[in-house]
């Protein structure tokens, strides 16, 4: 039987690098928890310096990702906003980027997922590792 709504926070530990971190089985996990069947799962990271992706992990797309976001926004004195590490100011600019949620349809209780996708957090804030996730379905 399916809930009409249903929300659980993550608490994720990302550490001292800039990090992809995998959701996919938490996802999922809440999903099954939930009796979910059909709806929409709504994932939120309500942090300034971090945003949710969609994409292939583990063939080096996650590397990538991180690699295009230091050449879109490099760690440097350039930005206006300068409390934190140096180049802080770039994490802020990150959810302009990689948005800090992403909507995915459930059907039968499963993520329509495409084959190789993966729900991912983007985290490249070294100075802030403890992170929450919101997961909320709607069915």
């Known amino acids: 039987m399916s809930h009409a709504f249903a929300t659980s926070v993550l608490h994720i530990t990302t550490g ?3 990090t992809v971190t995998d959701l996919t089985h938490d996802c999922e996990q809440f999903l099954v928890r939930t009796a979910a069947r059909d709806g929409l799962l709504n994932i939120f990271v309500p942090h300034a310096t971090a945003g949710i992706a969609i994409l292939e992990i583990g063939s080096g ?16 004195e350039r930005w206006q906003h300068r409390h934190g590490t140096p180049g802080h100011g770039r994490d802020h ?6 948005p800090p949620h992403a909507t ?5 209780g499963r993520l329509e997922l495409g084959t190789w996708q ?10 802030n590792d403890n ?9």
């Open 16 to 18: 001292s690098t800039e």
């Open 61 to 76: 797309s996650d590397e990538d990702l991180l690699a295009t976001l230091h050449t879109l926004l490099p760690a440097d």
């Open 93 to 98: 600019v990150l959810p302009a980027l990689v």
């Open 104 to 108: 995915l349809p459930v059907i039968g």
């Open 118 to 127: 993966s729900v991912c957090l983007v985290d490249t804030n070294i100075s």
């Open 131 to 139: 992170r929450k996730v919101r997961l909320s379905f709607l069915g």
